[in-house]
C-alpha cells in the first residue's frame, strides 16, 4: 500500500530477479534516461566485487497539479540466493514489482526459482502477490544465447503481466519496462488514491510526470 | 509506516544526534565566520543561533529538503559548499542508518526462517519417531500373532498326537473286546447247556456234589453277567474315547453342543473325587457348526481345572454346567465353588504353562489350549473369579 502522509504520496517499486540479471543496470539506465520534475542520486548500499549486498535505490518524483508530492523509490533486491533475508527486507511494503529475468538459456532454472522465490517472499512478507502490479522483463537480448523471444512469448503469454524484452545494458526498453510498471501501478492505485479526481492526473499525464518527457 | 523500517522517510534529528550535532557544529561555525544554525524540516532550531537576517539553505535527502541550514556571517559561496558538505554527511549517514536497519530486519526475517526450518526439522522429527513407534508397535503384534500361531500349531499338533494315540488305542482295545464278548456269548451257551443236562438227569453222580457243580453252574452265570456288564462298559469308555479322537480330524460337524457337554459330563463322573459332583443346567441349543473334537477337550480341560480347584479347596462342592443361547451365539458357562483366583492370577490363566500347582499335578495347558479352540471359533473366552470364591469360564461361540 503506498504511503500517504504530510502531501506525499509515495511509491516503493522493487526490482526482483535471479542473481546478476541486471537490475543494477535497469536502474543506473533510468537514471540516465529519465528526467522527472525531481530526480536524486542513486544510491548503492554495499557492494561487493560489484554485486547488491543490501539494496541500490534510485528516488524520483515530481508534484501533480494538486500539489501532492509523487515519489518513487525504485529499489532493487540482492539477487544472490544467500541474501534470501535481505531480499524478504527490501520486499516488503512493494506497491509495485519489475521482475528482471535473464535471457541466458543456462539461466532458465535461475529464473524459475528466482520467480518461486518471489512468489513465496510475497506471501511471507504480507504482500497479495495477485493484486500486486508486476511487470516481467527479459533482460540481455543482446545475449547470442538469449532464448528465442518466440519461445518465451509462448512459456509466458498465458500469465496476466506485461512482458518486455530489454537490453539493459545498452538502454534498450528499460523505460518501457518501467513505463509498463508505472501504467499497471497508475490502474491499480488511481482509484483508492484518488489521482485523477482530486489532483488532476490522469494515467498519461501520471506516466509522463514519471518519465519525464514533454 | 512503521517507525523500524528502513525504508521509512528519515529525518533530520535521526540522522544528526545531539552529539553529532555538537562536533559538527563548531566545525561549521568556524568554517562559517561565526553564526551558523540547523533546522529540522518543521524550522525549529536543532543547534546553533538563529538570525533574522542569515542566508539560509534547504538540505535535500533524496528528493526533498530535511531541514535548513543558516549563517548571518558567511558569503553564499561557503554556505552552499558547507551545504553540499552537510548534505553529503547525511547521505552517508542515511545510507549507514538504512543499512544497519535492514541489515536488522533481514536478520529477523533469517531467524524467523529458521525458526520455520526448525518447526518443520521439528515435524518431520515427530513424524518419524510415530513412524518408528508404531513400527515397533506393528511388529509387537506381528511377533504376537506369530507367537499365538505357534502355540495353536503347537496345541494341534499335540491335541493330533493324543488323538492318534487314543484312536489307536481304542482300535486295539475293539477287536480283542470283540472276540471276548462273542467268546462270552458262546461260553454262556455251554453254561445254559450244562445246566439243561443237569436237569434232565434224575440223580446226579456222587462226584457232581462232592465238586459243587450244582453251586459252579449258578455262579458261572452271574460271573457272566458281570463280564457282560464289564464289557459293556469298556465299549462305552472306547466309545467316549473315539468320540474325542476326532480332534485329529479337522473337518466341521454340525453338532448339539449339549451333546457335547453331556459325553464330557460323563467322562468325568466315573473320575470324580469324593465329595464332587458335576451338575448340568442345559437350555436347548441350535446346533454349531464346529470342530467338535477341540471343543471336547477344551470343555474337558475346563472342567477338570474346575474339580481341581474344588479339591484344593479341600471341601466339597460341584462344577455347575450351564448352557443357553441367544439368535446370535451360544453361551456356556462352567461355575465351580473351588479355591478361586486373584487378580493377578486371572490375567494369566490363558498363558501357556501358567499354572498355580505344583509341578505334576497340572500342565498348565487345560485353559490355554481351550482359548486357542474357542478363539479358532471366532469365540470368546473369558474368566472371572475371586479368591475363594470359585471361578467361572464362559464361552461364547458365534452361531454364523
Redesign the interface.
Known amino acids: 500500500m503506498p504511503?500517504q502522509?504530510d502531501g506525499?504520496l509515495?511509491f516503493?517499486l522493487v526490482y526482483y530477479g535471479p542473481a546478476q540479471g541486471g537490475k543494477t543496470t535497469n536502474l543506473l539506465r533510468l537514471h540516465d534516461a529519465l528526467s522527472p520534475e525531481?530526480?536524486?542520486?542513486i544510491?548503492m548500499?554495499?557492494t561487493q566485487n560489484d554485486r547488491t549486498l543490501?539494496?541500490d535505490?534510485l528516488?524520483?518524483?515530481f508534484r501533480a497539479p494538486s500539489g501532492l508530492?509523487i515519489?518513487f523509490?525504485l529499489?532493487t533486491v540482492p539477487g544472490q540466493v544467500a541474501?534470501?533475508?535481505?531480499r524478504?527486507?527490501?520486499l516488503?511494503?512493494a506497491d509495485g514489482i519489475v521482475f528482471v529475468a535473464d535471457s541466458d538459456r543456462r539461466q532458465e532454472t535461475n529464473n524459475a526459482e528466482s520467480f518461486q522465490g518471489l512468489v513465496e517472499n510475497c506471501s511471507r512478507v504480507g504482500l497479495d502477490f495477485e493484486n500486486t502490479p508486476l511487470v516481467v522483463q527479459f533482460n540481455k537480448r543482446d545475449l547470442p544465447s538469449a532464448v528465442p523471444e518466440a519461445e518465451i512469448c509462448a512459456r509466458w503469454s498465458a500469465t496476466p503481466w506485461p512482458l518486455l524484452f530489454a537490453s539493459a545494458l545498452t538502454g534498450e526498453q528499460v523505460v518501457e519496462s518501467f513505463e509498463a510498471l508505472l501504467r499497471v501501478l497508475y490502474r491499480r492505485f488511481a482509484g483508492e488514491f484518488s489521482l485523477m479526481a482530486t489532483h488532476g492526473l490522469d494515467e498519461d499525464a501520471f506516466v509522463r510526470s514519471a518519465l519525464g518527457c514533454p | 509506516?512503521n517507525p523500524t523500517?528502513?525504508?521509512r522517510?528519515w529525518n533530520l534529528p535521526e540522522l544528526l544526534d545531539a552529539a553529532a550535532l555538537e562536533r559538527i557544529g563548531p566545525a561549521l561555525a568556524q568554517m562559517l565566520g561565526g553564526n551558523v544554525a540547523i533546522f529540522a524540516a518543521d524550522g525549529a532550531v536543532l543547534w546553533g543561533q538563529a538570525e533574522p537576517e542569515a542566508r539560509r539553505e534547504a538540505l535535500v535527502l533524496?528528493?526533498?529538503a530535511i531541514g535548513f541550514l543558516s549563517s548571518s556571517t558567511a558569503d553564499p559561496f561557503a554556505l552552499h559548499g558547507a551545504r553540499h558538505l552537510l548534505q553529503t554527511l547525511l547521505?552517508a549517514e542515511s545510507?549507514y542508518k538504512?543499512?544497519s536497519s535492514?541489515?536488522l530486519?533481514?536478520?529477523a526475517?533469517?531467524y524467523q526462517?529458521l525458526q520455520r526450518g526448525h518447526a518443520r526439522l521439528l515435524e518431520s522429527e515427530a513424524r518419524y519417531k510415530a513412524l518408528a513407534e508404531s513400527l515397533e508397535e506393528k511388529v509387537a503384534e506381528q511377533v504376537d500373532l506369530l507367537d499365538r500361531r505357534q502355540n495353536q500349531l503347537f496345541q494341534a499338533a499335540k491335541l493330533a498326537s493324543v488323538g492318534q494315540l487314543a484312536a489307536g488305542v481304542a482300535h486295539e482295545i475293539n477287536n480283542p473286546l470283540g472276540f471276548i464278548r462273542s467268546n462270552l456269548g458262546t461260553l454262556g451257551n455251554y453254561v445254559h447247556r450244562l445246566q439243561q443236562y443237569r436237569v434232565s438227569l434224575d440223580s446226579c453222580p456222587p462226584s457232581w456234589s462232592t465238586l459243587d457243580l450244582d453251586f459252579a453252574l449258578r455262579d458261572a452265570t452271574d460271573i457272566l453277567k458281570e463280564c457282560e456288564t464289564g464289557i459293556v462298559r469298556i465299549a462305552s469308555i472306547v466309545r467316549d474315547l473315539k468320540f474325542f479322537s476326532s480332534v485329529d480330524r479337522a473337518e466341521e460337524e454340525v453338532v448339539d453342543l449339549n451333546e457335547s457337554l453331556r459325553q464330557a459330563f460323563s467322562i468325568l463322573q466315573g473320575q470324580l473325587p469324593p465329595g464332587i459332583q458335576i451338575r448340568l443346567v442345559l437350555l436347548p441349543l441350535p446346533t454349531l457348526r464346529c470342530q467338535c473334537g477341540h471343543l471336547n477337550q477344551a470343555f474337558l480341560g475346563i472342567l477338570r481345572n474346575g474339580i481341581q480347584a474344588i479339591v484344593d479347596a479341600k471341601r466339597p462342592g460341584e462344577v455347575v454346567i450351564r448352557s443357553e443361547a441367544d439368535d446370535e451365539c451360544v453361551t456356556l458357562r462352567f461355575q465351580d465353588n473351588g479355591v478361586g483366583m486373584t487378580p493377578e492370577e486371572v490375567q494369566r490363566v490363558f498363558e501357556p504353562f501358567y499354572t498355580t500347582r505344583e509341578i505334576g499335578v497340572g500342565t498348565g495347558l487345560g485353559l490355554s489350549s481351550a482359548r486357542s479352540a474357542v478363539l479358532a471359533h471366532r469365540g470368546n473366552i473369558f474368566v472371572t473369579s475371586q479368591p475363594d470364591g470359585g471361578a467361572t469360564v464362559t464361552i461364547t461361540l458365534p452361531l454364523s
Do not use: I, N
Open positions: 504511503d502522509s506525499r509515495t516503493k525531481m530526480l536524486g542520486e544510491q548500499l554495499e543490501f539494496f535505490l528516488p524520483l518524483g508530492l515519489k523509490r529499489f541474501h534470501d533475508g535481505t524478504k527486507a527490501v516488503s511494503r | 509506516m523500517f528502513f525504508d522517510e533524496e528528493l526533498e547521505g545510507r538504512m543499512a535492514l541489515h530486519e533481514a536478520t526475517e533469517d526462517a
